[in-house]
């Protein structure tokens, strides 16, 4: 049988060492020895003995803040050996290793695995309220080990040494020790009055040392966007789970 699919391009990439790695743009490969997290659903093939098992958002606290907040991560556990390939819709998918104090907060639709060494939760996000692309609540990985997150298209990696101003519902993900906030960026005047539009009312701002991700797509907001009023009936609960 000859195809070009049969090509090298195409077969599986063995590697010595276990660990999340990329089989392409677009699939992603675990080499399993052990046990990470993924995005329920992800799974798009295995080999092995692997056993999968549902962890809600990662605990009691996490969950009760997702009920609360609309963001978070669906997770599953995957345990055993063997080779786990995981997708999310033929996004691209980009791997980012996190070393002791290295902090990322991200938009948790983008989060598709990560090494079950990193430490995980949901934060607000300060001062960008419901112009976030994931709401007013991101995901905040810290510690040591490896995520993948995934983009539509590929990204732009922006230097954060200046002010800097993204669309909130093309930003994916950003040092969780920038500060954040936002921008008018339209500016108001007759056109505004009478119904004239850019189409770029609002963008998320960034100071301090640090980098932001951003996608060539724009994402309708989540999170919080739909349910403001809801939300705000909770915020004594809320402040109590988040500690902000």
Not at 103 to 114: E, R
Not at 128 to 133: D, V
Not at 154 to 168: F, G, I, K
Not at 182 to 200: D, I, K, S, V
Request: aromatic residues 6%.
């Amino acid at each position: 049988m000859r195809s070009e699919l049969f090509s090298a391009d195409n077969l599986e990439k063995e590697s010595s060492q276990p660990g999340l790695r990329l089989q392409n743009s677009k699939l992603l490969k675990a080499e399993l020895n052990g046990e990470f997290m993924a995005r329920v659903g992800s799974m798009v093939a295995y080999q092995g003995q692997v056993q999968f098992e549902a962890l809600g958002s990662g605990g009691i606290g996490k969950f009760l803040k997702q009920k609360l907040t609309g963001e978070g991560v669906p997770l599953m556990k995957v345990s055993g050996h063997g080779d786990v390939f995981l997708a999310e819709n033929a996004a691209d998918i980009h791997l980012i290793d996190l070393e002791p104090g290295d902090g990322l907060s991200i938009n948790g639709a983008n989060v598709l695995a990560f090494d079950a060494t990193l430490n995980y939760d949901i934060k607000m996000v300060q001062g960008a309220g419901a112009l976030s692309n994931a709401g007013l609540f991101n995901c905040v990985f810290s510690g040591y080990g490896r995520i993948a997150v995934t983009t539509k298209g590929t990204p732009v990696v922006l230097t954060v040494d200046q002010p800097t101003y993204v669309d909130p519902q093309a930003a994916i993900c950003w040092s969780a020790n920038l500060q954040t906030g936002y921008h008018r960026a339209e500016q108001l005047g007759l056109g505004t009055l009478l119904g004239r539009t850019t189409g770029e009312r609002f963008t998320m701002s960034f100071a301090g040392q640090g980098f932001v991700v951003v996608q060539p797509s724009e994402e309708p907001p989540g999170g919080l966007a739909g349910a403001a009023g809801g939300q705000q009936q909770q915020g004594g609960i809320l402040g109590n789970l988040l500690g902000n």
